[in-house]
C-alpha cells in the first residue's frame, strides 16, 4: 500500500464506498462525488485493464476505448506492478458471473 495514501480521509472514503449495495447507489454516490470527467477517466481505465487482461492490442484497446497510449500504458504498468487490485477485482467478478 502506498504510504502517501494511507490517511484517514481515505479511509472514510473506503467505508463509504463500502456501504453502497447496488448500482444504482453506486450511480448516486459517484455522480454526487466526482465530476463525470472523473467518473468516465477511472471507467475508462478500469475497461484498459480489462482488455490488456484479455490480451488486447494497444490499438485495439485505443480504437475502443478512446484511451491514449500513455493512458494504456499506464495501466499496464499497475497490472504488472501495482498491488494486484485489478486481479482481486476481476476475479470476483468472473467468480460471480460463474454463480
Known amino acids: 500500500m502506498n504510504k502517501?495514501?494511507?490517511?484517514?480521509?481515505?479511509?472514510?472514503?473506503f467505508e463509504a464506498i463500502l456501504q453502497l449495495k447496488d448500482k444504482a447507489e453506486c450511480y448516486e454516490f459517484f455522480e454526487d462525488l466526482c465530476t463525470v470527467n472523473e467518473l468516465l477517466s477511472m471507467?475508462?481505465?478500469?475497461?484498459?485493464?480489462?482488455?490488456?487482461?484479455?490480451?488486447?492490442?494497444?490499438?485495439?484497446i485505443a480504437q475502443r476505448t478512446g484511451a491514449s497510449t500513455a493512458t494504456i500504458s499506464r495501466v499496464n504498468r499497475?497490472?504488472?506492478?501495482?498491488?494486484?487490485?485489478?486481479?482481486?477485482?476481476?476475479?470476483?467478478?468472473?467468480?460471480?458471473k460463474e454463480n
Open 4 to 13: 502517501k495514501l494511507k490517511k484517514d480521509s481515505v479511509d472514510f472514503l
Open 78 to 96: 499497475s497490472l504488472n506492478y501495482g498491488n494486484d487490485g485489478y486481479d482481486l477485482v476481476f476475479s470476483r467478478m468472473e467468480d460471480k
Open 43 to 60: 471507467s475508462q481505465r478500469f475497461e484498459v485493464a480489462y482488455m490488456l487482461k484479455d490480451h488486447k492490442t494497444y490499438l485495439a
